[in-house]
């Protein structure tokens, strides 16, 4: 039997838009920051074509 995984809910917002941008997902707790891309991409109707990173306490993990 396999361990139960938990699910995320992030909050995703463009920085200094008016009137503010963002969506609400919930994510596997095992995502890995290329899944989370890929799934930003869509939600947020992009082409991989925005300046965007992760940054998890204060750690910057990945810039695009």
Do not use: N
């Not at 200094?16 to 939600?43: E, F, G, M, N, Y």
């Not at 991989?48 to 990945?62: A, N, P, R, Y």
């Amino acid at each position: 039997m396999s361990k139960p995984v938990d699910i995320y809910q992030i909050k995703v917002t463009l920085r200094d838009s008016r009137p503010p941008i963002w969506r609400r997902i919930q994510v596997r707790s095992d995502i890995t920051l290329a899944k989370l891309h890929r799934i930003l991409q869509c939600v947020m109707g992009w082409e991989d074509t925005h300046l965007h990173e992760f940054v998890i306490q204060g750690e910057h993990l990945w810039r695009t």
